[in-house]
């Protein structure tokens, strides 16, 4: 029988949704990842062992990074926070293949934009004015 090779994913190749839309092109994404803290006790009985539990999960904020397009979104978003109207969106990054075809999704629950920033001007440089936006959320799932 021969030996079948998968090839992994180019990770250029991804969508962003929320709450269902494609949302505009990112040329970034980053902190999609889980931690599970680690409760430790000791048995009162056992003087030399550690005991380990599974504890809380923890979620870093979804970093997106796009060149500025004149495009207000993102920055209302925020700004619908800042004035006490946190909208929570359900969101996906889809990862695609060679084929432009989804192979894998990666959902985030109930987030919102906890941060933005703005470009670094430089009269001397000629690279892209690029913004991001931070999404902090309830959970991570891969389907």
Not at 10 to 27: K, N, P, R
Not at 63 to 69: C, F, H, Q, W, Y
Not at 86 to 110: K, S, Y
Request: proline content about 3%; aromatic content about 8%.
């Amino acid at each position: 029988m021969p030996v079948q090779i998968n090839d992994p994913y180019l990770a250029q190749s991804f969508l962003v949704e929320i709450d269902g839309v494609t949302v505009a092109s990112f040329s970034e994404v980053s902190g999609l990842d889980v931690a599970i803290s680690v409760v430790e006790y000791r048995n009162g009985s056992e003087d030399t062992t550690v005991r380990k539990l599974p504890g809380l999960a923890k979620y870093s904020n979804i970093t997106l990074k796009r060149g500025i397009v004149g495009d207000l979104a993102l920055w209302q978003w925020l700004n619908a926070v800042r004035h006490g109207e946190v909208q929570r969106w359900d969101g996906v990054i889809v990862l695609l293949n060679a084929r432009r075809e989804p192979m894998l999704r990666i959902r985030f629950r109930r987030g919102w934009v906890c941060k933005w920033e703005g470009p670094t001007l430089n009269a001397h440089s000629n690279d892209v004015a690029m913004e991001s936006i931070e999404i902090c959320h309830e959970g991570l799932d891969i389907e």
